[in-house]
């Protein structure tokens, strides 16, 4: 199972609709790491160099060039995709999760990771240069490599361009070690920037870009309140409401036994 900590607006919404929000990377708080990994992704792949004759020569030879291309006149060269992100964490019930994101916990199965448009990201939490430069070259065997010998064979040209998206796919693996215990998993999507799937909401002065991304009503299995104060009360309202909801899905999905449940966090409440 996986876990989304909220508030309570978007627990309803994302219950009631069905979809989860990725919201595009820029917006997000934790710029700095993506930059941070997106500079460790192009050290390791310079110093890469354990090909172990899978690759040809022409191709080892042009992703050198677009190494040197990309770190010498910068990602601004190219135009880029859209990379959209939604965060979850694997570990239920957590201070520090509700603390941070919100008092309500949504518990969703992992066959959500089935969607071929989706790139899952485990985030890795960094010790150190030298683990970081490891788990790089992981990311590199397993991922980047294949999916550049994919485009180059159909089409030398664009090897520049897709590499540039990996690396600003991938360099999302990254966090800092401090962020261990969120346990963080993270859906991405990359798209140009003018698909049509892209919709804006506000936070303060500003318009936030995201993509709604659907899932199987069934695929969500439980919503926890955090340690709130009349818990018991906000449990009330809410089971009522997941009652409704489950009502629906039985008879919309032709799923008898489906029933979303309501729970409390085990944590004690704390008045600040």
Known sequence: M???YTELNAAKSITENAQIWLTDYRFLNDKEEFTNGHEVLLDALNEYNDYSGKYPQEFIDDIGKAVEFIRDRGSNEFTHNNIFVSSFSRTPDLLNQWRSYGMYCIELDEVFFRDDEVVVLDCHYLQDEG???DYAILLIDDHILPNLMNVWKKNKALLSLELSS???IYALSFKHQAFFDENEIRFVISCSPDDDRINFR?????LIPYIPLAFEPQLLKSITIGPIDNQELACASLAMFLEKISRKVRQEQDDIEYCLVVENSELPYRKI
């Open 2 to 4: 996986i876990y989304h």
């Open 131 to 133: 683990d970081a430069l």
């Open 202 to 206: 506000t936070r303060g002065n500003l």
């Open 166 to 168: 990996l690396i600003d």
